[in-house]
């Protein structure tokens, strides 16, 4: 796990407070968790990719076939097909 200093990213109040509670003492701040993370863009987005992939094997199209036509391994492919029978 890397570190950074709290001078590049935190104003100088900020720190100054904290150092108030925990002066030179690591401190670890935790991630916000996002309220619904199947809501992510990027997640809705390789969703709906996954769906079609599914719905054009049900049409007939090879794993080969659907590997060139999104740029995934073939491997990939058979992945996201289990994951959809499921």
Avoid: C, H
């Avoid at 701040?29 to 094997?57: A, C, G, H, S, T």
Wanted: proline share 5%; no cysteine.
């Amino acid at each position: 796990m890397g570190y950074t200093n709290a001078g590049f990213v935190l104003p100088d109040a900020l720190i100054r407070e904290i150092q108030r509670y925990v002066n030179g003492t690591s401190l670890y701040i935790p991630q916000v968790k996002r309220k619904d993370p199947r809501l992510n863009p990027y997640r809705l987005e390789i969703r709906d990719r996954n769906r079609e992939i599914y719905r054009w094997f049900l049409e007939g199209s090879s794993v080969t076939e659907l590997s060139e036509r999104f740029f995934l391994s073939e491997k990939s492919i058979y992945r996201i097909l289990s994951q959809m029978k499921s």
